[in-house]
């Protein structure tokens, strides 16, 4: 098995990547967000990689880290998801913005991603809730808001309260934080604007 390859990059396309390694190139499948990643053409680069081996081929799928790798594997245990949308999910939404989505059960960040309608975020939220934490890549403002929730898990108000701040143009890191600094102080049954208010007193503090 390959597990990952250290060469040069001999070419890059619209989603896969040739790495030349001491003169046999291999072709990987990438997400965009690993491509853009990737070094010029000719430079030297590393690709976590993960093979997939069936009766009709054999198929790598390069990530830029540990992490992004270990996403594209917990994806495709989801029903439904395939190893293109699983690479159109990571193309869409870092590590962490993952975390963030399953942690807030927010299935409008999740259907952010092509091929991902109503009913697969709902699923995505559903079936890895509890297992984003386990490999890692999960930002400080969302540990201290599943930390604030006892469970890790939001309801409605909360995901709703921590999207707006993001729409306001806060990282979802600041606005997981500051959400979670206000659930902490008064309570996760505050009402959604009430939150949203707070919030913004937490983030201008």
Not at 49 to 74: H, Q, S
Not at 103 to 119: C, N
Not at 166 to 190: D, H, P, T, W
Request: proline letters at 3%.
């Amino acid at each position: 098995m390959i597990g990952k390859l250290k060469g040069i990059v001999d070419s890059l396309g619209d989603d896969t990547a040739l790495i030349d390694v001491g003169g046999v190139c291999y072709e990987a499948h990438c997400s965009g967000r690993t491509l853009q990643a990737l070094p010029a053409v000719g430079e030297a680069a590393t690709l976590f990689i993960e093979m997939i081996v069936r009766e009709d081929m054999i198929r790598l799928y390069g990530f830029a880290t540990p992490a992004e790798k270990n996403w594209f594997k917990l994806l495709m245990t989801v029903q439904g998801v395939g190893s293109r949308v699983a690479l159109a999910i990571l193309s869409t939404l870092s590590p962490s913005d993952l975390s963030s989505a399953i942690a807030l059960q927010d299935k409008a960040m999740m259907g952010r991603a092509p091929g991902v309608g109503p009913k697969l975020a709902q699923r995505l939220v559903s079936e890895l809730k509890g297992k984003a934490p386990a490999i890692g890549a999960v930002d400080a403002g969302v540990i201290g808001l599943q930390t604030a929730l006892g469970d890790g898990l939001a309801g409605g108000n909360v995901s709703d309260a921590v999207s707006a701040l993001v729409n306001l143009g806060y990282a979802q890191a600041q606005a997981s934080g500051a959400v979670a600094r206000v659930v902490a102080k008064e309570g996760e049954e505050v009402a959604t604007e009430k939150l949203i208010r707070l919030g913004l007193r937490e983030l201008s503090s």
